[in-house]
Every structure is written in C-alpha cells, then in structure tokens.
C-alpha cells in the first residue's frame, strides 16, 4: 500500500462507535483519543510528529494542552493508546492510532523555553518507555492485567507487535511510524533504578524486532530503488543499535553490507539521512563482528565510508564517518578485540583522506582530534608493516590498487617466493580473482593479472604452478575482457606464462 502522511492519517479519524459496540474500547478510551487528535491537529504537526508553528497562537495554546494532558494524565494516554493498537486491527485506524502516539512521543519537542508551567518538562517518549502496560482490576485487588490481556504488555512489546504485522494488514506507514517510534522508546528507556532492569529485556526485543524490520527493507530496496523506505529505515537503525546486544545481531543480518550501497549513494538522501547511517556503522563497529564485515568483501563499507566523508558538506556527517573509520583501523579494536589487519589495504588511500580532510578546517574540535589520531595511527601501522604484510593484506582483502609493491622489481625478486606459503594460498587468492565466478572491479582484474604474470617470471617453475592452478585459462579469457586496462595486463600475463625467457625478451625489446 502506499504511504500515508501522518497528517493525513490524523485528519482520518475511524467510525470509533463500531468499536464501541464490539465492546473493542471503552468511551472513556474513545474521549481520550478523540481529545488527543483534535490537539494534535492543531499543532499543525510535520511528517515526524514535531510542531510546526503556522498559527502561533492555535499552536501555543495547543501546546499547553498537550503538556497539561501528558502531565496530569500520562498513564491514562499511555493506556488509552497501547490498548487501542491491541484491539484495532483495521489498517487506517491502526494508521491513526500509531500517528497519535508518534504526535505524543514527540510531545518533549513543544515544551520550550518560557511555556512550561511547573513540573519540569513533559516527556512522551519516556513516559511510554516506562509504562508497564498493566493496571490493576476494577476490584482493586491488586491483580495485575495487561491493557490488551498479554501479561507481558508494555510499549515495546505493543510497537513490536504492531511493526510484526502480516504485510497484508500492514501499510508502509504502519511500519514507519512503529519502527521510528520503538527507536525513540528505546532511546528514552530508564538507564538506572529498577525500571531500568524491567524494561531492559523489553528493549533488547524491540531493538531485535526493528533489526530484522530494516533487514528486510533494506533488502527490497536493493532489488526496487525506491528511496523512500531508506530514511525510515536509518532513523529505526540508529537508535536501535545503541543497544549493544543489537549490533550483534545487526551483524548476523547483514545490516553492514545493506547499508554500504546507501553510503555510495549519499547525494540521493537528505544530510540528516546520511548522518543517521554513518551513525550506524559507527555504533556498528563497535562490536568485532562489525569491523570483519566492514573489512570484508574488498572492504567495500570502509571505501563507501571514505567517499562519503570525502563527499559530505556537512561536519556532523564526516565526524561519525571519520569516527567508525577510526575503530576500524585501531589496532587493539574498540573493546579489545584482535587486530584486522586487512585493513592495510586500503591505508594508503585513507591516508590521503584524512590529511585532505585535515585541511578543511573543521570548527568541530572532536572531528579534528579525530583525524590527528587517525593521522598518527595510519603512520604507525605502516611503519610496523612490511611491505609483504601490506600487500598480503590487500591481496585478502579481495580488492586490489596500484600500489608500489605492484611494480617493484625489487619486492618481487625477494617475495615471489612467499606466494607459495601455506599450499599457495595467495597465489591461489591472485587466481580466484580472476575466475570469473564473482563480479570484480577492473581494476582488481587487471593488478591480478600483472601480479600472476610477476610470480611467473620471479619464482623458479612459476610458469608450471601458475598454470596447473589455472592462470592461463582464466587470463586468456580476460584477453576479451572490455577494459582496455584488463586486456593489457591479461595479453601480458599470458605471454609470461607461455614464454620461458621473458626476462630476456624484455630486455630485448627495452635495447630496440
């Protein structure tokens, strides 16, 4: 189903009588719902549930009734809405139930300075993250029930249940609005006190639910394009990753490798969209999980983060891109976790950014310590590396540059050797690339060809074991490729595998 606009699903009020008559909610329910709408309404809200201030005087005034209602009656309104979002199942006022709850997480946004009235501010989100979802029965006997009957219903089990809907039952404002609402709960859950250790399990759940959510957007967006669900979904993620359990599992669903293609992307996402998943790839990496997949496949998350802090206007965008660089490439990880050291591959390039970057100027002070200490980092780790390790590193990596080790003379007469260690395990990786059983980069194609040819000439037999693992089927084959850059190194490649005396008739041909 199409998307619908919060506005439009607030003017959109259901026929609340037929729930009436199912005895599905109680007129006090229904008063207190009818109440909120008509002043979320009037604070003329935008597409998040924030005030827009049209008509100051309507606005204001409708301010205050929403500070007075959530303070005075917040549980009745936590109540009133959870209960209703288990009882309505129809789409469009399931719609506008979510949309009254979105107005009310909110509400924080309109207690501003000179319009509060005693009582310190009102917070909505904070005021559902605590509720506890049970009340007692109408004997007053202390018994406990839930508002929709579940003993373990709170908000984040209400929202959870809510985005968990079949899509048949589901529009993408269902599940918009209750992903971008369980990530404002879970940042406004109690952090002390025994709340907190109630409502603990409660959010590691949620956050779960709203992984899992963004996992399977995010996949339907790499197969349609549709942008839309892209903002949605990097709001829902950056707030439910604070929770550290969440990263984990982050990891299992490949949130990593969905992301990377929105970082390539970023001149097609608003500044604020950009801001939120750089965000997640920095709580990401965090967790060792999440550095290996950011490492992983050529390392295609850490070059997406370098063009995007290379591209962003904005500070705020570049420091948590710059920021989940670092802890990637700190040697000791972020929790004291092993090195991964194929980051090496792409040292030299980030380098190039971080001093590109340090001439801007940045007013952001954390941002230029940052990038002193990545600076200095980056310095270390290529002193302590040789140039073998360097590029072993790359070469696992998955993806290859020109850089110098390429076309040293002198680094392959004294490491062609080492490509043999281990049953030929680089040298195997070098022909895997070529294979064609996965897409590569031309470039990648065309150093792996020249590094194959180079083991050929270099290493004693070179030709003969080169050939036996496939290095002369797989570089004939890219003699045909598109690439003008592939087809060169593949034509040379193959006349090292087949001509004994290369090295002679290079000097041969340098003499004519």
Not at 74 to 94: K, S, W
Not at 119 to 130: D, P, Q, R, S, Y
Not at 467 to 493: F, I
Request: hydrophobic share 40%; net charge negative.
């Amino acid at each position: 189903m199409s998307a619908t606009p919060l506005r439009a699903a607030l003017d959109r009020e259901p026929a609340w009588e037929s729930f009436l008559r199912g005895r599905l909610l109680r007129e006090e329910d229904v008063a207190r719902l009818t109440k909120i709408a008509d002043v979320a309404r009037a604070l003329d809200v935008d597409g998040h549930g924030a005030g827009v201030d049209r008509d100051e005087r309507r606005s204001r005034e409708a301010r205050g009734t929403m500070r007075a209602t959530m303070r005075h009656h917040g549980g009745a309104v936590c109540e009133t809405l959870l209960g209703a979002l288990g009882n309505v199942g129809a789409t469009e006022a399931t719609e506008h139930v979510l949309a009254l709850v979105d107005v009310v997480v909110h509400s924080r946004t309109w207690d501003v300075e000179g319009e509060r009235s005693g009582g310190g501010e009102v917070n909505g989100a904070a005021l559902l993250a605590t509720y506890d979802g049970r009340r007692e029965d109408a004997d007053g006997n202390g018994t406990l029930a839930a508002v929709d009957g579940t003993a373990d219903a709170d908000a984040f089990y209400a929202m959870s249940r809510t985005l968990s809907r079949p899509d048949s039952a589901n529009s993408r404002f269902i599940k918009e609005t209750s992903a971008r609402v369980l990530a404002k709960l879970i940042e406004a859950r109690p952090r002390t006190g025994v709340e907190a250790e109630s409502k603990a399990e409660s959010a590691r759940r949620a956050a779960r639910v709203v992984v899992s959510w963004a996992s399977k957007e995010l996949r339907s967006w790499t197969e349609s394009g549709d942008d839309g669900v892209v903002p949605a979904v990097a709001c829902a993620l950056a707030g439910s990753l604070e929770i550290p359990e969440s990263r984990v599992f982050a990891a299992t669903e490949g949130i990593v490798g969905l992301l990377t293609p929105v970082l390539r992307a970023n001149d097609r996402f608003s500044v604020q969209t950009m801001y939120e998943v750089a965000l997640c790839f920095w709580l990401m990496s965090f967790t060792k999980e999440g550095r290996k997949d950011m490492c992983a496949r050529g390392a295609s998350a850490v070059k997406a983060l370098m063009a995007c802090a290379g591209a962003a206007s904005k500070e705020k965008v570049i420091r948590m891109c710059v920021l989940a660089l670092k802890n990637v490439t700190d040697r000791q990880g972020a929790q004291g976790e092993a090195v991964l050291d194929n980051f090496t591959a792409v040292d030299e390039p980030l380098q190039k950014l971080v001093r590109n970057l340090s001439l801007k100027g940045f007013e952001d002070e954390e941002l230029s310590v940052t990038l002193t200490e990545l600076d200095e980092d980056l310095l270390h780790r290529r002193k302590e590396a040789s140039s073998w390790e360097r590029y072993r590193d790359e070469v696992m990596s998955g993806s290859l540059e020109w850089s110098a080790a390429h076309r040293d003379e002198g680094f392959w007469r004294e490491c062609a050797t080492k490509l043999t260690d281990n049953n030929c395990q680089i040298l195997r990786v070098l022909i895997k690339l070529i294979d064609g059983n996965e897409p590569m980069d031309s470039k990648t194609l065309a150093v792996a060809c020249n590094d194959i040819g180079e083991f050929a000439v270099h290493y004693p037999a070179g030709r003969f074991l080169a050939n036996d693992l496939g290095g002369k089927e797989h570089t004939m084959r890219l003699m045909n490729h598109e690439d003008d850059e592939v087809r060169k190194y593949a034509l040379q490649c193959v006349q090292k595998l087949l001509v004994s005396s290369w090295r002679s008739l290079g000097k041969t041909a340098e003499a004519k």
